[in-house]
């Protein structure tokens, strides 16, 4: 079974601009979480959608959105990028949305703002 | 709030030696506990977790971390390190009432001497 795939795997952009990443799940699993990592404020929650509905959401502005699709793929969008939104950007999937649920990531999208 | 601490953000140990890499969690409930590992440019790989079900977790690549309530205490061990297991690694936990939302550690850095 193939694993989580996120697109693209780097990415340039500069300040003011918008970028969408995205991510295909596990065949089957119907959870998808995103993550920011950064070396200063390390894995941060950002938003976790299933069956196409956002169920939690973390401590980020609201520049930072997604949406999940009938096939559980998911997309966030980033808009009015700032130099402090580099990063590399998590998804994980799992098969419900239960905190007992293993997750699992993909590869990451890594973000650069200039 | 539920969260974790890793003590020690970078370690260093001679390849054979035993690993040991602490995390502490805060949590009024039993958690959720998680450990992951995180190789350079690459997305997190889970290593293993507990869910309850027993205090001793065994993982994957040797690895297996004990459950302990009463020192609150995750800690990740493996007997003998292989130059391969120089990497981040990451405890992370989740609260009943927040779904798959993770909840990090700032992360361990283990280095393998030769």
């Known amino acids: 079974k193939a694993g989580v795939t996120q697109t693209p795997r780097y990415l340039i952009k500069t300040r003011g601009q918008q970028v969408t990443l995205s991510c295909s799940p596990i065949?089957?699993?119907?959870?998808v979480s995103w993550y920011q990592q950064t070396p200063g404020q390390g894995l941060q929650f950002l938003f976790e959608?299933?069956?196409?509905?956002?169920?939690n959401k973390g401590n980020f502005p609201g520049r930072f959105s997604g949406r999940q699709f009938s096939n559980s793929r998911s997309e966030m969008n980033v808009s009015t990028l700032e130099l402090g939104d580099s990063a590399l950007y998590l998804c994980?999937?799992?098969?419900?949305?239960?905190?007992?649920?293993?997750?699992?990531f993909g590869p990451g999208t890594r973000l650069l703002v200039l | 709030a539920q969260s974790v601490t890793q003590l020690g953000s970078h370690v260093s140990v001679s390849e054979g030696a035993l690993v040991l890499l602490r995390c502490n969690y805060s949590?009024?409930?039993?958690?959720?506990l998680f450990w992951y590992v995180q190789y350079p440019n690459q997305g997190l790989q889970l290593l293993l977790k507990?869910?309850?079900?027993?205090?001793l977790v065994k993982g994957i690549n040797g690895f297996e971390a004990e459950f302990k309530k009463s020192e609150t205490s995750f800690h990740l061990t493996k007997p003998s390190a292989h130059m391969s297991d120089a990497a981040e690694y990451f405890c992370?936990?989740?609260?009943?009432?927040?779904?798959?939302?993770?909840?990090f550690g700032t992360g361990t850095s283990l280095t393998v001497i030769p």
């Open positions: 949590s009024s409930v039993p958690p959720y």
């Open positions: 992370a936990v989740k609260r009943a009432n927040t779904g798959n939302q993770f909840y």
């Open positions: 959608y299933f069956s196409e509905t956002q169920r």
């Open positions: 994980a999937s799992s098969l419900e949305a239960g905190h007992q649920e293993t997750q699992y």
């Open positions: 065949s089957g699993h119907r959870s």
């Open positions: 507990y869910t309850s079900a027993a205090t």
